[in-house]
């Protein structure tokens, strides 16, 4: 039984080990827009009832964006400033999963163009960005999830596979653009 045990474990090892070694050998950059994070201006009173901007400054006149009358220069009136999170991650891409094995693997021009599926394989570390997130960059195409992600692996979880669809048409003429 413990040899059995000591087998089992140096398998899944061995396996975790190769994995990591072609997630990394082939492995690129994917950008994951985050949802977006609101923020107070900090230029001006937020009217937390009307939930716009109270139309008050409160910077001083030395400052650039101060204001007296009309909209707050720097929310333009909304009282509060969104940025969207952007992180990096990396994994394997593969595009029209399911298709021609080779030509998903290497990523041609031709690869992409007439592609609508996407695949990722990456770090399940990453669940919870791609799960939050409201697109991702995926070799510089917009696309956005299509499924929940799903993890992968030998006894122990240490893949993640994520599906998504493309949100740009890169053909204006296919008919397919809204
Ligand atoms: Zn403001």
Redesign the pocket.
Known sequence: MPSNRRIKNKTKKRFKKTWNGVVKGLSRRIVVYAADFEAE????Y?DKVNRV?SGVCKVDSSNPNYFTTGR??????????VTTIKRCIEGIIIWNPGGDKLNSLTFTEAGYEGATKVEIKTDPCNLSIIRASKYVLIDGIKCKLSEPPLLRGIGEKHLLIARFFTVDKPKIDSGEFI
């Open positions: 201006c900090p230029n001006c937020y901007s707050c220069p720097v929310c333009r009136g909304k009282g509060v400033l």
